[in-house]
């Protein structure tokens, strides 16, 4: 709680009416969380002005209002007395008013940023479960759940808005965090939403095509990844050094930056030495400027190798024991829907994966290809509303590394689904594919095709509880469908 004076003093903003000595709770971009005591920051967003939902901040109770549009305020009701402010760059003076207002609490607490095309997810939770055994209380802001404590929050999204951010950051400090794991998207690093937050060490995972609809083309994806990374000289940060982009980064940025690195293949910091793939279990030896350890987990495939190194990379850097560390990788589970496997009561393998990328899709494929005695059945589809261009590219790859695939709804939203459909098939090299828009009903159907041996992957959704059809959120879960069909519990 804070006077408003207090909170925009100093700040480049301008009164257009109001009286600004009243109390301050809290904050948010989004009117419909906006209540008393709450400021309601009226943003230009990419689709809609936050300016028009100025009426409904107030409705709900909003005390203050700051936005970027003058228009809006020229529009507004000026009788009433809720202070308005005009502010040119609200991005930034979001992040220090927040910062002002939930004390801090990046002061207080370690921050790890993630970020990357591919990775972050699954580096969260593994890094949270390292921490956890290392006796730290960590919390984690994740695509799948925030959590901290006892606590478990399902995501709105990746990173959350400013606020919420600023918001969920002081509940960890309130409830005994030392240490907070966050997954940094590109559209976040872009939109300014981490504006006001100091982080102690950054992670770049990797780059590929993704969000090409909201960066327009792959240079300012890039961009906003790097201007997160560098932003600050005295933030370690660590890189892939396998990845074209983090190799470009280290060379950029070696000399000015203290950057860890680690690699499959390159000269690195942590290094894999070995590798013994077997059914149940990926073994391999790292070297790092700590010795050499051996890394024995459940995780599949060679893009997790990545995630552990990255993980163990951190908790180098975080001044943890690195044998502590190894025993704590052996017994993670990763998250839902993360390569989540169900066996059904007949034995056949089905796994369900949030790939929705072509390089995650690729990764998925060729990592399952060991595992499918014999043919590798794929389903999945690509979301609408997003990037349109891997659309084909995602086809192209499932055609070339499955055997059967059934081509499905993801979340078409507003977009034409068989529109949709149709940019997929373009891709496929090979007429190897059904169309079953239903996801349901093609997920029922690839079960059924399966034959003795056969493994299945059903991608593109994982964790989610939900799909959207036009704007209606409807309940749909892969990984609950699949057990209902194959009649597991």
């Not at 499959?264 to 030495?273: C, G, I, Q, R, T």
Request: with cysteine; glycine share 6%.
């Amino acid at each position: 709680m804070m006077l408003l004076e207090k909170l925009i003093k100093n700040m480049p903003v301008e009164l257009i009416k109001g009286n600004i000595d009243i109390e301050i709770l809290g904050s948010c971009v989004n009117s419909q969380k906006a209540k008393k005591g709450f400021i309601f920051f009226a943003m230009k967003g990419q689709q809609r002005e936050g300016a028009s939902f100025i009426n409904d901040a107030i409705s709900r109770g909003a005390s203050a209002i700051i936005t970027d549009s003058k228009k809006s305020i020229e529009l507004e009701n000026m009788s009433n007395q809720i202070p308005i402010f005009y502010c040119e760059n609200i991005r930034d003076v979001m992040g220090i008013i927040n910062l002002n207002l939930y004390g801090n609490p990046s002061s207080v607490l370690d921050l790890v940023g993630i970020t990357g095309t591919n990775g972050k997810t699954t580096t969260v939770f593994l890094l949270e479960h390292i921490l956890k055994n290392d006796s730290r209380c960590p919390g984690i802001i994740s695509t799948v759940k925030y959590s901290f404590a006892s606590r478990s929050i399902p995501s709105e999204m990746t990173t959350p808005d400013n606020p919420e951010l600023f918001d969920l950051l002081s509940q960890m400090v309130k409830a005994g965090c030392d240490i907070s794991i966050l997954e940094i998207s590109s559209q976040a690093s872009h939109q300014k939403r981490i504006a006001g937050i100091d982080f102690d060490l950054k992670i770049f995972t990797n780059l590929s095509q993704d969000h090409l609809d909201y960066h327009k083309n792959m240079q300012n994806y890039k961009e906003s990844k790097e201007s997160f990374l560098f932003d600050d000289k005295k933030v370690p940060v660590i890189i892939n050094k396998d990845d074209d982009f983090g190799k470009y980064l280290y060379e950029k940025y070696r000399s000015s930056f203290n950057i860890t690195t680690y690699s499959v293949y390159a000269e690195s910091d942590f290094k894999v030495l070995l590798t013994e793939k077997k059914i149940n279990k990926e073994e391999f030896r790292v070297q790092t400027p700590s010795g050499e350890y051996v890394i024995q987990t459940p995780l599949k495939g060679l893009f997790n190798t990545y995630n552990i190194l990255a993980a163990l990379s951190a908790a180098y850097v975080l001044k943890l024991d690195l044998s502590t560390t190894c025993e704590a990788i052996k017994t993670f589970i990763p998250p839902e829907g993360r390569l989540t496997e169900i066996t059904d009561n007949e034995g056949r393998n089905i796994f369900i994966d949030y790939a929705h990328t072509p390089e995650a899709l690729k990764n998925v494929l060729e990592t399952l290809r060991v595992y499918a005695k014999k043919r590798l059945i794929l389903c999945f589809g690509c979301g609408g509303e997003r990037d349109s261009e891997k659309r084909a590219a995602m086809g192209k790859i499932a055609s070339l590394n499955a055997d059967v695939v059934f081509i499905t709804n993801d979340n078409p939203r507003k977009e034409d689904p068989d529109a949709i459909i149709d940019e997929i098939a373009k891709g496929f090299i090979k007429k190897n594919f059904k169309i079953i828009k239903d996801r349901r009903e093609a997920i029922q159907a690839a079960l059924l095709s399966m034959e003795k041996n056969d493994l299945l992957i059903i991608a593109g959704k994982g964790h989610e509880n939900y799909q959207i059809i036009g704007s209606q959120y409807i309940p749909f879960n892969d990984i609950e469908v699949v057990k209902e069909l194959c009649g597991k519990d």
